[in-house]
């Protein structure tokens, strides 16, 4: 499995930003996907998920700001980000689970100034 996420940015406090990861080797269209953050000094929490079949959870400080949606015709799942506070500035990683293992694509790094 390979995962490479991309979008990092430096944004203002209620800006957005979309990132993307682009996933190869696998069949895409049947894995589940998530996008985790690490702050610093912080443990790495997860943000957003979505299932093969596209059902979403999301960690409660990003209801109704962030969007997580795939597109199986591209390997690509997605984190829309809305309404940017300074709280979501982390290393973001998309992940999935391979043969019981997590996969983790490199990270991505958002920064959001007040």
């Known amino acids: 499995v390979q995962l490479q996420a991309f979008g990092r940015g430096l944004v203002q406090a209620w800006g957005f930003l979309r990132l993307s990861c682009g996933a190869s080797?696998?069949?895409?269209?049947?894995?589940?996907m998530a996008w985790y953050r690490q702050a610093p000094g912080k443990d790495r929490e997860l943000v957003a998920s979505i299932t093969s079949g596209g059902e979403t959870t999301y960690e409660n400080s990003v209801k109704g700001r962030f969007t997580i949606f795939r597109d199986n015709y591209a390997d690509a799942v997605y984190l829309q980000m809305n309404n940017l506070k300074p709280e979501d500035t982390a290393v973001y990683y998309c992940?999935?689970?391979?043969?019981?293992?997590?996969?983790w694509g490199q990270g991505t790094l958002v920064t959001v100034s007040s």
């Open positions: 080797r696998i069949m895409f269209s049947a894995y589940d």
């Open positions: 992940s999935t689970v391979d043969r019981g293992r997590k996969r």
